[in-house]
């Protein structure tokens, strides 16, 4: 039997990162398992140092047929033991393996949770018990990141998101910071290029208390910034799906969406919706009553 195993991965960040159960609970099921891993350029990092893992091999969706047809012809250069498709279903049954797992043949799940359904493509092989999701992480890169922020009480906050209408609006998040002044020395701000607006918006209302670093940091320093936070607050995005993979304390704010299916999967992991799916009717109080009642929870 060989040892090399395939495990097709989602896309996004966020959605990437709910797949790292699966490959999970793949491991320790069979611990002599390599794992070839399908990802896209935008979240192929979170699996750059898993210690069991193989080749990283892109999917370049914009590559359209001629794209699909050079990734199979790729994958099909291995006998895998074992593929496990979480994207598309029919791409595992034109390569080559001795088991396959797809959504077509998946078990009714457990719960709504993506993470769940993912889980319930593998029940048959790795049994019901549902791993927490991980994001592997240099130890060097860890103390970089603690010696740039240089604080051992310190808040991650995002208030970006794909969709501006999953923002929690700035002014909230403004109100949210002056009222938690108690809890953290400082502020780390975290998101991509396009969310540099809205953090310069939050930064501009606070001292040097605040870093803004959206813009600044890949995923894997996003990560371990996430990783030495006292908590994460953000809106439905990859950052918190981040935080709840290493091990951070997070609340997430919900307002369109569906938080049952897409919340951060961890034992850490908390959320709170705005009243009516509204955002804007959501109020820092209660957010900060939430953040407050997370952490004492965590810490005592």
């Known amino acids: 039997m060989s040892d090399k195993a395939l495990l097709i991965s989602l896309s996004n960040l966020g959605d990437a990162v709910m ?11 069979a611990p002599q398992l390599r794992f070839d891993i399908v990802a896209d350029r935008r979240s192929e990092e979170i699996f750059s140092y ?43 049954y034109l390569l080559r393996a001795e088991q396959r797992y797809t959504k077509w043949q ?29 994001v592997w ?5 860890e103390t970089k990141v603690h010696a740039k922020i240089a604080s051992a009480r310190y808040l991650a906050l995002a208030p970006g998101a794909k969709w501006p209408g999953k923002c929690w609006p700035i002014s909230s998040y403004r109100a949210l910071l002056e009222r938690s002044a108690d809890l ?35 995923i894997l320093e996003a990560a371990a910034i996430l990783a030495g936070a006292r908590a994460f607050i953000g809106n439905d995005s990859g950052l918190g799906h ?22 951060p999967w961890g034992p850490l992991a908390q959320w709170v919706c705005g009243p009516s799916n509204s955002l ?7 957010v900060l009553k939430r953040l407050r009642t997370l952490l004492e929870e965590v810490e005592n």
């Open 137 to 141: 992480l240099p130890e060097a890169l």
């Open 242 to 263: 981040l935080g709840a993979a290493v091990g951070v304390p997070t609340l997430t704010v919900f307002g369109p969406g569906e938080p049952e299916r897409y919340h």
């Open 280 to 286: 804007q009717a959501l109020d820092a109080a209660s």
């Open 184 to 218: 953290f020395d400082r502020v780390v701000l975290l998101g991509d290029a396009e969310d540099c607006e809205l953090a310069a918006e939050l930064a501009k209302h606070f001292d040097e208390r605040c870093l803004d670093l959206t813009g600044e940091t890949g």
């Open 19 to 29: 797949t790292t159960a699966v490959l999970q609970a793949l491991h320790e099921k």
């Open 50 to 92: 898993c210690p069991y893992r193989d080749d990283i091999i892109l999917r370049d969706k914009s590559a359209g047929w001629w794209g699909a047809v050079k990734l199979i012809k790729r994958l099909r250069r291995e006998r895998y033991a074992l593929i496990v498709d979480l994207r598309t279903d029919g791409l595992a």
């Open 106 to 134: 998946a078990k009714p799940a457990a719960g709504p949770h993506a993470v769940q359904r993912h889980m319930a493509v593998i029940e048959a092989f790795t049994g019901k018990v549902i791993p927490c999701c991980q």
